[in-house]
């Protein structure tokens, strides 16, 4: 008969969307496009629309976010690292249900879930030292953020534990980016006492590093050996073959996406903020070797 569901009339009768806000920041991070097909996949099987956001240019207090996705969706999952505290905290004050994925807002709890991401930094650690590295180099994300600052804390700690000491010479924080990795990993190599094997807190920044490196004509792994953290699919092609941390992607993602719709129906009827933290564990790859004498 050619009918089509009207979903705004339907929204009217039975106060739901059938929606889910997704915040995502760079849509040009595969990080963001493998976390986003997982959700898209998870909440489809529900019977819930995907409504996806970049924040990229997004207010700095949140307040586009909200004007945008208030009244338009039943739940909001906050896959970005970036976006404004005040977004995640404006829509529970609004009692919608969110939830954040791989975040923390130390503010106020909220909803989330996240990688083991102290177990992250000690097996990055345990691997380069295991490797004959002394000279370690770091590349990090903004420290105001408490998955990359305690991630970095449990790096640091277990060279300290090792007998390593880290030279903040070799440090370098910035937004995750193919170009960013470039650019700081450009400076690490300059000078006499280039590191020899850096740590990246994300691929994408990795792979930046790498062809940096190839520039300058550095052999990986035997002048650099370069860490990732993620396993992007990416990561395990050839052309970069890049030792990283994994994280489980999709099943985090899945994870938040049942989450979000239990707070919805009322089939999570736990008062307290739940914390989901999955394990991660260490791909080694053909990008770290033994240390140069």
């Known amino acids: 008969l050619g009918y089509v569901t009207n979903h705004a009339a339907r929204s009217l009768k039975t106060r739901r969307t059938q929606t889910i806000g997704v915040v995502v920041a760079d849509l040009r991070n595969p990080y963001f496009l493998e976390v986003v097909d997982a959700l898209r996949d998870e909440l489809h099987l529900a019977g819930y629309r995907t409504f996806l956001v970049s924040d990229q240019q997004g207010s700095d207090d949140g307040s586009e976010l909200v004007d945008l996705l208030l009244g338009s969706v039943d739940g909001v999952v906050f896959a970005s690292a970036q976006s404004a505290d005040t977004a995640a905290t404006g829509f529970a004050d609004l009692r919608m249900p969110v939830v954040l994925v791989n975040r923390e807002i130390e503010s106020r709890p909220l909803d989330r879930v996240l990688s083991d991401y102290t177990a992250g930094g000690r097996l990055a650690a345990e691997h380069l030292v295991e490797l004959g590295h002394r000279r370690i180099g770091l590349i990090t994300g903004p420290s105001a953020m408490a998955v990359f600052r305690d991630r970095e804390e449990a790096f640091r700690g277990t060279l300290a534990q090792l007998g390593v000491p880290f030279d903040e010479r070799l440090r370098r924080e910035g937004p995750f980016s193919y170009e960013v990795g470039e650019q700081l990993g450009a400076e690490l190599m300059q000078g006499p006492d280039v590191p020899t094997a850096i740590f990246c807190a994300d691929d994408l920044v990795a792979f930046g590093v790498l062809d940096a490196a190839q520039r300058h004509g550095l052999r990986v792994p ?72």
């Open 222 to 293: 035997d002048d650099l050996s370069v860490m990732g953290y993620d396993d992007l699919t990416m990561a395990g092609w050839d052309r970069f073959g890049l030792t990283t941390v994994r994280q489980p992607m999709d099943e985090m993602a899945r994870a938040a996406a049942r989450l979000v719709l239990g707070r919805i129906h009322g089939t999570d009827d736990s008062a307290e903020p739940q914390r989901q933290v999955h394990p991660v564990r260490l791909v080694r790859r053909s990008s770290t070797g033994p240390a140069r004498a």
